[in-house]
């Protein structure tokens, strides 16, 4: 940087949240003008750095580079279900009393998993007993299991883990075997039944929702062959939407970060080609192209606004023909909401 007359720097992304490494870059641009983190301020910033937001961005005729897009916020109602909605309270419950205790003790990696179970009974009911399943078995073998103060976080730093999506983040936690809380193996016990009885009542409310919808979108767009991209955080949702889709004759493929990359690439084929709908996690969808299919449904949102946009940017980008719709579910009356 000291070396050349002029500086150029190119990023789709240049802050990404992190204001020391932003600082590093403008100190390139100006180490005077920036010499601390404090100096990194809007006005500061301003001539040094150009935006071209995507809605700006045109071609070299001047025409918009990018189709529109319309995103609308989709409250789910509990009503029918109101054995889900006892689940959810329940769970709550237990993840209040869980969080407050692991608080207190000082044991952060029980609280994080109380905080992630929250997210899972909002995803579905089979994202839940998967996971009470998987914390029992832990919980019956209590000579194996971690005290919760292990460093399961391991080279990553607080800003790494919050960028896992919600699978990656309680795959890391239940490896590590954490001990009980006060109580909590006939908790988890009780609440694994009540979430099995729900599954075995028929379909989540938001399930049913999505089924709606779709054939609601391929009404408005009068298309009976509609493509649609819908993500969820977790793989025992992805699993479940897969066989209440199939099963009411839609086809699905699924996509998720255990998948080769040659797997990958079938998925993504089978989807352009003949396959209805795609089911996709975070982890499976990094650096998909999908502009062939213009309508994506968020199942759930996770809590990282960027993971979001790059999520609905699999379908908003260029050479997309259509106007991307977007709809983001969300449970009334729950955390997610």
């Known amino acids: 940087a000291e070396a050349s007359p ?16 932003f600082h590093r870059l403008m100190s390139l641009l100006d180490a005077e003008a920036f010499p601390d983190e404090t100096s990194v301020a809007r006005d500061r910033v301003a001539p040094y750095v150009v935006r071209t937001e995507k809605r700006q961005a045109i071609t070299n005729d001047g025409q918009p580079l990018f189709k529109p897009r ?17 689940l959810y309270d329940a769970v ?14 000082k044991k952060t990696h029980i609280g994080f998993l109380m905080v992630l179970m929250q997210r899972l009974v909002s995803s579905s009911t089979r994202a ?18 971690a005290d919760g103060q292990l460093d399961f976080l391991g080279n990553l730093d607080e800003n790494e883990w919050g960028e896992l999506d919600g699978q990656e983040q309680l795959d890391t936690i239940l490896r590590q075997r954490l001990k009980a809380t006060d109580n909590e193996k006939d908790e988890v016990r009780l609440l694994l039944d009540a979430a099995r009885k729900v599954e075995a009542q028929g379909p989540d409310a938001k399930a049913q929702a999505l089924l709606d919808w779709v054939y609601r979108v391929q009404s408005e767009e009068q298309d009976p062959e509609l ?12 699993q479940m939407l897969a066989e209440f889709l199939q099963a009411r004759g839609i086809s ?6 255990s998948l080769t990359l040659e797997e990958r690439k079938t ?7 003949d396959v209805r709908v795609m089911i996709s996690t975070d982890a499976g969808g990094e650096g998909l192209n999908l502009q062939f299919c213009h309508v994506i449904i968020n199942f759930d949102l996770g809590w990282r606004p960027m993971a979001l946009e790059q999520r609905i940017g699999r379908l908003d980008r260029i050479g997309q023909k259509h106007i991307v719709k977007a709809l983001n579910f969300l449970l009334e009356d729950s955390v997610e909401y």
Not at 6 to 21: E, F, I, M, V
Request: hydrophobic share 40%.
């Open 92 to 105: 709550t419950e237990y993840v209040r009393e869980g969080y407050n205790q692991a608080m207190r003790e």
């Open 70 to 86: 319309l995103t609308k916020l989709v409250g789910v109602s509990w009503e029918g279900h109101d054995a889900q909605k006892a």
């Open 128 to 145: 839940i007993a998967a996971t009470l399943q998987r914390r029992l078995d832990v919980l019956n073998q209590p000579a194996q299991a």
């Open 6 to 21: 002029y500086l150029l720097l190119l990023s789709a992304t240049p802050h990404q949240g992190k204001t020391d490494a």
């Open 227 to 238: 493509k649609v991209l819908i993500f969820t955080e977790f793989v025992p949702t992805q």
């Open 267 to 273: 998925v993504q084929k089978r989807f352009s080609e």
């Open 252 to 257: 699905v493929v699924c996509l998720n970060g």
